[in-house]
């Protein structure tokens, strides 16, 4: 007999390579396991992983289907969710009600949550077979609300880069040529009381440092909140320095992390930008602008350079001349 099917629920469907990164390294630990993914985009998801989608309006009664519900990975129970993801507690917490098996994968947690929000997620971590968080952070959160708990690495550390040759191939798609140093630029609008001093600070930079070039790798396009989708981000920047590549279209994340292999350098802001830095081994400029970040690099004992010309320049000074650019 097959085992019984599995329903996974996370932040899936909204193309955001790190959720995307995060489901490809779920699936590889689900490998031979029969899973339905619950997602924003099922189409787009399925075609993208090869699994079977469903649309969130199927999610309910996809629970008389499956007697195990996984809700995996991210900064799900954080305050930066929308008012969909504020209603996953719920949502897990009804799975429960009916006798399904919840369990709770390498999931953040923000110490700031507050109201029915905290709640709610600490009812539903109370209701788990299982829990495990991917930081420091979220362990001590947890641990506080008398849990026990089970701190691992971010789920997309399952997910194996695509071969060299992808990532040098999305480059040179984008216009990237040969003979210049390339820093990727990850950087995002969501934090509005930063984006004008980070755009201020690249562009003075892209301006001083024409030896570089600057390729925009855009985390995530989000088909519904503008300020979620990095590519109008990289186009404002475009038009105002025509010099600027950029990474277009929808890509696997093990595409995007073969990507950063080929880079000199990264200015990173978004998390998972983070994350494929360190595992690409390339040397990384942290920009700040959520504390799910902060935490991260406190645990790697490294601070956010200032979001100012004189900051991003120094820093790139120091890291690149110590690089070559793989051929």
Known sequence: MSPEPILVVGAYGYRNAGDEAILAGLLRTLAGRRVTVVSRSPAETAALHGVCAIGLSGSVGALRRHRSVLIGGGG?????????????????????????????????????????????????????AQVSVRDGVSAAVVREWGFDVVASDDLSAHMPAAPAAIGRGLLRTAGVGEGRKVVGLCLTAVNDAITDRVSAAVLAAMRRHPEMEFCFIPMSQHPYLEGHNDLVLARRLQ???????????????SALLSLFGSLDAVVGMRYHSLLFAERAGVPLVPLSYAAKSDAWLAERRLRAVPATVAGLSRALARILPARSRAS
Do not use: C, K, N
């Open 76 to 128: 799900l129970f954080g305050r930066d969710m929308g008012r969909i993801g504020r209603l996953l507690p719920l949502y897990g917490l009804l799975a429960a009600a009916l006798g399904r098996t919840v369990r709770i994968e390498g999931v953040g947690i923000d110490p700031d949550l507050t109201g029915i929000h905290r709640l709610l997620v600490r009812r539903l971590l109370q209701a788990a």
């Open 239 to 253: 038009a105002s320095w025509p010099g600027l590549r950029i990474v277009e279209g929808a890509h696997h994340p």
